[in-house]
């Protein structure tokens, strides 16, 4: 952080539309919450909902998340505690060399950042999982895994940030993270019974559609806040944003037209959502016709990826690794290909850079880099945290621990403490 010399000299057309940017992506929280409940089964719904909800409360921004993503960090991995209950953190200070907004105003648009990457998270544990420890469970995992890969991805210290990665709005630290853990989760818990041989139906798609509406309306803020500015930027952002939600919501809907010869309003649904993943990272590098290649691509790779669960026998509830991680995967390495340096330069005209198309081919090595040591370490330390949560005495997972040799667990779990 740094204090401004005398009164504070900021813009308030930026920081009130980082703050009406901020009310966007909240709102984000509950949509996934009602995209979630709608694709599982009634009982599990409100749950699924409430935990979403809950996300925003219990993730450690305030306490130390703040100060261990973006504070200094001299070993290029995770910062210090010089900001511990956001001390230092008001509106007579800046943060991360924006001099425009004070830096408590950037803190709490990233806290919804930090909110809703586990909520997308524990969408894979629907049906099975108990909620306590799904609530311990996310205080953890942001503190661990979000915080150290949102500081090497977005602090300038951080060392994807030294190297050059391009990552406007959470390829990387939100959906690759998120969709890691989430494959983490699965496999930790093992299978629904009946997996396998019980068709599993969403109860009611018109929730699907509302949380779909609400994650797309919010994604605005989620895409368009991040130029921390009210400017050219931004609207390019939300311009493309849009126009990849919309090509990814028509390829995936096209792409179950051609098996089930019936327009699917599931299928829009999840392949918008897969649009608005794969143009996180690129949405304020890349230009209008690049965003179509994103949401076509988004949307086909994302539905390809769904049939992964039944080739390798995982039970990810609602399709949460393949939506986000892949999502996340094919969105950075598209940036790497089709960041523009002219855009790059709406930002500051000194800047250099761009992707495969200003002939810098290495940058798709840099995105490719991220992404796989992101999804390598969100996978592997979720796996920790989840072995070793399961092993506490009142933490276990689920409400019993006896495995069967077909279904992971027996059929005596007790509903009330599922979601």
Aim: aromatic residues 12%; neutral net charge.
């Amino acid at each position: 952080m740094s204090s401004t010399d005398g009164p504070p000299n900021y813009d308030h057309g930026d920081i009130a539309w980082v703050l009406a940017s901020t009310a966007l992506v909240f709102i984000m929280v509950p949509g996934v919450g009602y995209f979630y409940s709608g694709m599982a089964r009634s009982k599990n719904a409100l749950s699924l909902i409430m935990l979403s909800v809950l996300s925003v409360a219990v993730v450690s921004w305030w306490l130390f998340g703040f100060s261990l993503t973006f504070g200094p960090s001299p070993n290029h991995f995770i910062g210090n505690f010089a900001h511990v209950f956001l001390r230092d953190v008001d509106n007579r200070t800046t943060s991360m060399g924006v001099t425009t907004i004070p830096s408590d105003v950037y803190s709490i648009y990233q806290c919804m950042f930090a909110a809703i990457t586990p909520a997308l998270a524990i969408g894979s544990a629907a049906e099975r999982g108990r909620i306590l420890p799904m609530i311990v469970f996310i205080f953890l995992w942001s503190t661990l895994v979000y915080d150290v890969i949102a500081c090497w991805t977005w602090n300038p210290d951080g060392w994807a940030s030294k190297i050059g990665v391009l990552d406007y709005a959470g390829g990387t630290p939100v959906h690759i993270a998120s969709g890691s853990a989430a494959l983490a989760y699965a496999i930790i818990l093992g299978k629904r019974n009946g997996h396998g041989t019980d068709e599993f139906k969403p109860h009611n798609v018109a929730n699907v559609v509302l949380g779909t509406s609400l994650l797309w309306f919010g994604w605005f803020g989620f895409n368009g806040g991040s130029a921390l500015a009210a400017n050219g930027r931004a609207a390019m952002a939300c311009v493309v944003t849009n126009l990849s939600a919309s090509v990814g919501g028509l390829t995936w809907c096209l792409l179950d037209f051609r098996l089930e010869r019936k327009l699917s309003a599931l299928g829009f649904c999840s392949g918008a959502v897969a649009g608005l993943v794969s143009i996180t990272p690129g949405s304020g590098y890349v230009d209008y016709p690049s965003a179509v290649v994103f949401g076509f691509l988004g949307g086909f790779a994302c539905n390809m990826a769904v049939r992964l669960k039944h080739v390798f026998n995982y039970d990810d509830a609602l399709d949460v690794f393949a939506v986000h991680a892949v999502g996340g995967f094919v969105g950075n390495v598209l940036t790497g290909i089709f960041a523009s340096e002219s855009i790059i330069k709406m930002v500051d005209p000194t800047l250099t850079g761009g992707g495969w198309i200003n002939k810098n081919w290495m940058q798709v090595v840099y995105q490719l880099s991220d992404s796989v040591a992101g999804m390598v370490y969100s996978f592997f330390v979720t796996f920790i945290i989840l072995w070793v949560m399961d092993k506490v005495p009142g933490l276990s997972l689920l409400t019993h621990t006896k495995r069967t040799s077909d279904n992971g667990y027996d059929d005596s779990i007790k509903q009330s403490t599922m979601m």
